[in-house]
Every structure is written in C-alpha cells, then in structure tokens.
C-alpha cells in the first residue's frame, strides 16, 4: 500500500468494508462480525463511532484497534452488549474514497487476512507472557535477597543465644564450683562448733571467777580459744554475738525463752545463752537468746 497523496487516510463520506471484532477488556469474550460496510459521517455503529475512524491511514496497517468504554448495556451490530470497556478490532477489506471514486482494496485472501490477525494477537499475548516473565523474575530475585537477609539474621541471633547459653553455663558452673569450695567445710564446722563453743563458755566463766587460782589456769586456755577463732575467722566462720537491750533478730537469734521482765521492751534480748556463728553469709548456728515479751 503505498500512500499517494493519502488516499489511504479515511476521510469524511468515504465507504468502508470491514471485519470487526469486539472483545471485552474484563474477561476477552469476544464476537465477530464479517464484511461491515458503513459510509463515514452516515453509518453509526455508536455514537461519535465514525469520528474515531476519520483520519486513520490504512497505508501502515489495515488492521487497527479503538477502545471504547460502555457505560450501559448497548446493542452492537444486532448483538446486546454489557456495559464495560472493549476493544473494536478492525480488519478492513476495502475502502472506497468518495472524493475519486477510487477503490482500494486491502487484501482479497481472508485466509491471509486472518493468519495475520492472529500473528498480531500472538504477539501481543508473548508480549504480555514476557512482561509477566520478567516481573516473576524479578519478584523471583526480591524474594531470595529478603530470603537470605532472613536467613543470614537468623544465623545470627542463632549464634549469639548459643554464645550466650554457653557463657551463663559457664558462668553458672563457676558458681556452682564456688558455692560448692565456699560451703565445703560446713559439715565439718557444725560438728565441732559445739565442743569449741562449750570450751569459749568454759574458760569465759573461769576467766569471770572470783578465785584467782582459777583465773590463773584458764589464762592459757583463753589464749588457745582466740587462737581456734582467729583460725575460724580466717576461714569465712563470723561470730553472732548479740548484746543485751539489742533487737531480737529472728535470722541471726534463736530464742530460748520469751518472758515478761521489767526494765525491757518487747523484743528486746535480755540474756544472751551462747554466740551463733555464720559461714559466710550462711547461718549454721543461731544465737540462743532470751527475749522479752
């Protein structure tokens, strides 16, 4: 087709044959209709219709599209169509000008005809396939670096609760050790603190004596309990030795008895029986004390 003074641009009054299909943007259901011949400005198949064909150049391309949007049910070329947006596929046959007369035909081979229609719809739908490709590649690639962003956080913190845990059962058995070395003498002091306590209210009641023979003998067994002390001290033993008028502490003392007396508070310690002795920061022996009511 070639273009001599655009006689292949349609024109006003120009008679035009054609196949038309129409096919529905929504769902492409589509109908066909064959051999159409309607004069431009004459022939309405809508309204406005012929003034989308005027000035279309059939030189290029005898097969063109034009997008229409329906907003009520209309008929069409004898057929009811449901409002919605379609597309107008025109494959034209021949044109007649009505300004020389002239007839130009297109294509006499509707086998041809159609074999290119469908060449073109092929076309377009690998278009589309392509673009859905490239888009599935893509969102294929978006979701294998947010994947592996997961993946290497979750490593991560995967690592660091492992560091962490060995590092409290590390910890813990530290303090498991130490707990164990700290208390390991306990048995062995609850055992003898009795004998040596009774020793310390021995020789403190000789030491208190009015005879100074007795005074005299205890004086080197005085110096032997503050050495058995100094040796407990040095080995985490702390001596409880509350006084009278103190605050009867039920985690430090043990009362012995709570009697009534005057000159005393309630709680107040009024005689203290024997000393109490912590290893650490463990009570092994409390205090015996008599209280106030």
Do not use: C
Request: proline letters at 2%.
């Amino acid at each position: 087709m070639n273009n001599v003074d655009n006689k292949w641009i349609i024109e006003l009054n120009d008679i035009l044959i054609f196949n038309l299909i129409i096919e529905r943007v929504e769902d492409r259901k589509k109908f066909k209709k064959d051999n159409i011949t309607i004069t431009l400005g004459k022939d309405e198949i809508l309204a406005d219709f012929d003034q989308k064909l005027i000035g279309i150049d059939l030189s290029t391309d005898k097969l063109f599209k034009i997008s229409v949007n329906l907003d009520t049910k209309t008929t069409i070329l004898d057929r009811n169509i449901e409002k919605g947006e379609y597309e107008l596929i025109f494959d034209v046959i021949k044109l007649q000008k009505n300004s020389t007369k002239e007839i130009l035909e297109t294509s006499t081979n509707e086998e041809e005809r159609t074999e290119k229609q469908e060449i073109k719809s092929l076309k377009k739908e690998n278009e589309k396939l392509l673009d859905k490709i490239t888009k599935l590649e893509q969102e294929k690639e978006l979701h294998m670096i947010t994947y592996k962003a997961k993946a290497e956080e979750m490593a991560k913190n995967a690592a660091e609760k492992v560091e962490k845990l060995k590092n409290e059962i590390k910890e813990k058995a530290k303090e498991d050790i130490e707990h164990k070395s700290k208390f390991a003498t306990q048995k062995l002091l609850e055992e003898i603190l009795n004998p040596i306590n009774n020793l310390y209210l021995a020789v403190s009641s000789g030491s208190n004596s009015d005879n100074p023979a007795i005074n005299a003998y205890v004086k080197g067994f005085q110096m032997l309990v503050d050495q058995i002390f100094s040796i407990l001290e040095n080995n985490g033993i702390n001596i409880i030795e509350p006084k009278v008028k103190d605050i009867f502490d039920p985690e430090l003392h043990f009362a012995q008895e709570i009697i009534e007396e005057a000159g005393y508070q309630k709680d107040e310690i009024i005689k203290v029986i024997s000393r109490g002795y912590k290893l650490h920061e463990r009570i092994i022996k409390p205090a015996v004390v008599i209280v106030a009511k």
